[in-house]
């Protein structure tokens, strides 16, 4: 079996890309953190020695159109909110390998569009509007 040619490789390389960001499901981009926090109630536990500090809390924090924010997420939606932030990673990682393949398959189709026609002569080249008009002025 011949290899195919490489564009074409690229472009099922693409189709498959495409198919797998649509399984993606809910997403959302951030990080989760764990926190653990002292409250202000004299003698509380939390201010023993070794402390005992209350929590987890946990929290995703993240960048939306320029502006920092964070939220912070109920325990029974951690997994949830854990799954929904490895969509996110994955639409990230998937977009890339999109964006590598359609780079390398623009520089084939641009290098073939380049070459000459198979008639051995050149391709036409587009006349430039000045010289267009400085022929009219010649011919009036």
């Known amino acids: 079996m011949p290899p195919r040619p490489r564009h074409v490789v690229l472009e099922r390389r693409i189709a498959t890309l495409k198919a797998q960001l649509m399984t993606l499901g809910d997403l959302r981009p951030g990080s989760l ?33 320029g502006r920092s924010k964070s939220q912070f997420v109920r325990r029974e939606h951690v997994a949830t909110v854990r799954q929904h932030l490895r969509n996110y990673q994955r639409l990230r990682t998937l977009v890339e390998q999109w964006i590598a393949a359609g780079l ?37």
């Open 104 to 140: 390398e398959l623009s520089r084939l189709r641009l290098a073939e569009a380049a070459l000459p026609s198979s008639s051995g002569g050149r391709a036409p080249r587009k006349k430039r509007a000045a010289t267009a008009r400085r022929r009219q002025t010649d011919a009036s």
């Open 33 to 65: 953190s764990e926190q653990y926090n002292v409250c202000g109630t004299a003698g509380c536990h939390c201010k023993a020695d070794p402390p005992r500090k209350h929590g987890p809390y946990y929290q995703v924090s993240f960048t939306w159109q």
